[in-house]
């Protein structure tokens, strides 16, 4: 084993991987002479949120910036992945010996070598439910015309706008009953039907 590796991983315990410990962030450094993939493994999101600002102030961007939504959504993506687990959406109903048939889904999942890899995993009815509703909106999705997705979104907008109208007037009406009831000498009661 080399040496400074030893001292920079070994002795400080600085950025490798501890034994039963749950890694919050790692992040690919290279190599070593075997070809091994090599991480800088962060334990907190103090420690991390520090790397990624000063890799961001050494290519030269404004380490303030606030993400794309693109970004947002990769960085998701890799959470998902890193350490973890998604369903693909390929699911089925297998039948077993005993009689029963049970739900399975494929999974994918990242290996401690970080390539992807996919396994089988046993799913309840609800999430079998929830991934079919998923593929069928899916397709529907890729098969909706121009014309359809303009006239979803237009009724969709109706919907919306009726629902918030609604909303302001009842928050207007509630906002000035205070005024009326002192016009009125009265106490109101905002009780409507």
Known sequence: MDYWKFIEHGLFGKGSARKNYK??????????RNGNTEYYYFYSKEAYDNYRRSQAISRGE??????TRAQQKEWAKQKIL???AR???AYRRERHPNGRG??????????????LKLRKKYISGDEATRLRNNMY????????TDK??????????????KKM???????????GAPRVARLLGRKLTLQGK
């Not at 909106?137 to 909706?144: D, I, L, Q, V």
């Open 23 to 32: 890694y919050y962030q790692r992040v690919e450094v290279g190599t070593d």
């Open 82 to 84: 890193n350490g973890k």
């Open 165 to 175: 109208s609604v909303a302001r007037r009842k928050r207007a009406v509630q906002k």
């Open 148 to 161: 359809e997705k303009k006239a979803r979104m237009k009724a969709a907008k109706k919907r919306y706008n």
């Open 62 to 67: 404004d380490p303030d910036r606030k993400p």
């Open 102 to 115: 049970a739900w399975v889904a494929t999974e994918e999942y990242e290996d401690k070598d970080g390539k």
């Open 137 to 144: 909106r899916k397709k529907r999705a890729e098969a909706e």
């Open 87 to 89: 369903l693909t959406g």
